[in-house]
C-alpha cells in the first residue's frame, strides 16, 4: 500500500474503523492504490456521509422542530 494512501486512512478516524470493520479492503489497497476512491465512496454509503444524506438529515430536524413547535401551540 501507498504511504500516501496509508497517512490518509490513518487522518480520519471512521476510515480507520472502517477498514477495520471491512479487512477485505486492506487486500484491494494493497494491490492498486487506485481503489482508494472506491473505498471512500463505501465508507460514505456505509456512515451516510454523502451529500444528500447530509440534506435529508437536515430535513428531517426540520420536521421534528415543525412538529414540535405545532404541539406546542
Given at each position: 500500500?501507498?504511504?500516501?494512501?496509508?497517512?490518509?486512512?490513518?487522518?480520519?478516524?471512521?476510515?480507520?474503523?472502517?477498514?477495520?470493520?471491512?479487512?477485505?479492503?486492506?487486500?484491494?489497497?494493497?494491490?492498486?492504490?487506485?481503489?482508494?476512491?472506491?473505498?471512500?465512496?463505501?465508507?460514505?454509503?456505509?456512515?451516510?456521509l454523502?451529500?444528500?444524506?447530509?440534506?435529508?438529515?437536515?430535513?428531517?430536524?426540520?420536521?421534528?422542530?415543525?412538529?414540535?413547535?405545532?404541539?406546542?401551540?
Amino acid at each position: 500500500m501507498d504511504v500516501i494512501v496509508q497517512q490518509k486512512l490513518n487522518s480520519d478516524p471512521k476510515m480507520t474503523n472502517y477498514l477495520k470493520e471491512n479487512s477485505y479492503w486492506y487486500k484491494e489497497l494493497n494491490r492498486n492504490s487506485d481503489n482508494y476512491n472506491l473505498f471512500l465512496k463505501a465508507m460514505k454509503e456505509k456512515y451516510h456521509l454523502k451529500v444528500v444524506d447530509k440534506i435529508n438529515d437536515a430535513i428531517d430536524n426540520i420536521d421534528m422542530i415543525s412538529s414540535i413547535l405545532d404541539a406546542l401551540k
